[in-house]
């Protein structure tokens, strides 16, 4: 495997992508809490910093020992970093280089350039520059502005590279990472989904013995694929449950359930919609009723635990909470630019309180949402699961603004299940990254037949996105639109007013709370 140091760019999960594409495992640690390396550690990329290596708080990495002992890339901050601690200098541009540029001469004799040609075009994004570098440092690539835009230290396995091979308007950049990866680190490239598939469920198997599991389901892909994987290793001693807090969309209890149970899982379906609704009543500010739901839900957790622990032998005890936590929330609760503000409080990665005292086991921390999908795949998920978009834990509890209540819940639901129909229908669903539909807390005049209505606004929101953390709305056809509308406004009671969400994230979320 390969083990990414994280300086802190925005990038490093980037670098992390290109070489799963290789199909090279590898891992992503902070620079400041490195683990120790084991006979598996083929490699070391240093990733970019925001940081300037001139400044006194630049993230500092004692490297000698890796230097010698593995191949090592410095990308940006990386290279910057091992260039000064090698000898060289390192100055402020006298222009900032961000963007594009093209290398202009290229030592495709260089192990880590073969392949690469000159005029390929490059990324890049820094402020400081490799201005000199000593005599046993080989410039391997440079552009018009940029001298050392790649270096050799000679005699050495290290590596330098000033621009971001891991962002596609790099175009030669997966063949520079594959250069190093493969053929100077000399990993094989065997981490398929197949082979990830096999591997977990032999270490599940190992790792729980006899022991159970008590899984809460969402419906969404990652807790399925997680349940799927541990239901192999461990069949029915994996018990799951499937919560309806009443702010799930149309039919989506029955289906899903219905999905779990025909992938053989050992599910039970929990009604609890009079609960959470009780415990919501009259509450409009967005914080408090994320808090309310998140709440309401270890309450249901713990008394669906407590049923699964009865119905169990004497004697036997379900010790395990399975979890579907993905590689992305990992690294974001390590990342060492320290947790981000709360911008909303996600209720499902907050964790369970302690005295619940289960051990977590989360079978999918080290893949990423594209790999969870092949595995799902791989395992023959349910396809429909597979291709679903993302839904929030609190679920339309936050796509109604204002207070929430069993009549608004029944109008949204018609109203996204008419938006979503469409957008399958139109073909649009699979090439949207995440669609909802928003019940919005005013009321507007409107006209049918000959009278006056005064009834409630939804707004449709569709958004393109990678990860969720940045998005932008989607230019649906204004035919789709207008078709969509009217057969809101015609067909669900208490509607006489769609509208569209044109905003991207940021500045807006792509939730409306
Ligand atoms: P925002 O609104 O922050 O949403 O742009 C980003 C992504 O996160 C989802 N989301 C949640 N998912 N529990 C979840 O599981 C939550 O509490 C939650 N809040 C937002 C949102 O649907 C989008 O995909």
Known sequence: KIIILDFGSQYTQLIARRVRELNVYCEIHPFNNIPAFDETVKGIIFSGSPYSVRQEDAPQVDFASMTRDYPVLGVCYGAQYLAQHNGGEVLPSEIREYGRANLMFVDQENPLLAGIPTQSQVWMSHGDTIKEVPSNFRVIASTDKVRVAAYHIEGTRTYGIQFHPEVTHSTDGQVLVKNFVVDICGCTQDWTADAFVEMTIADLKEQLGNDHVIMALSGGVDSTVAAVLLHHAIGDRLHCFFVDHGLLRKNEFQEVLDSYENMGLNIKGVNAKDQFYGKLAGVSEPEQKRKIIGGAFIDVFDDAAKQIQAELPDGVEAKWLGQGTIYPDVIESISVNGPSATIKSHHNVGGLPDYMK????????????????????????????????????????????????????????????????????????????????????????????????????????????????????????????????????????????????????????IEWE
């Open 358 to 509: 289960l051990k977590v086991i989360e079978p999918l921390r080290t893949l990423f949402k594209d790999e969870v999908r092949r595995v799902g795949k791989t395992l023959e998920v349910d396809p429909l699961i597979l291709g679903r978009h993302p839904f929030p834990g609190p679920g339309l509890g936050i796509r109604i603004l204002g207070d929430i209540t069993v009549e608004k819940v029944r109008i949204l639901q018609e109203a996204d299940d008419i938006y979503i129909r469409n957008l399958r229908e139109a073909g649009w669903y699979d090439k949207i990254w995440q669609a909802g539909t928003i019940f919005l807390p005013v009321q507007s005049v409107g006209v049918m037949g000959d009278e006056r209505t005064y009834e409630h606004v939804v707004s449709l929101r569709a958004v393109g996105s990678l990860d969720g953390m940045t998005a932008d709305w989607i230019h649906l056809p204004y035919e789709l639109l207008a078709k969509i509308s009217n057969e809101i406004i015609n067909h669900v009671k208490g509607i006489n007013r769609v509208v569209y969400d044109i905003s991207s994230k940021p500045p807006a979320t």
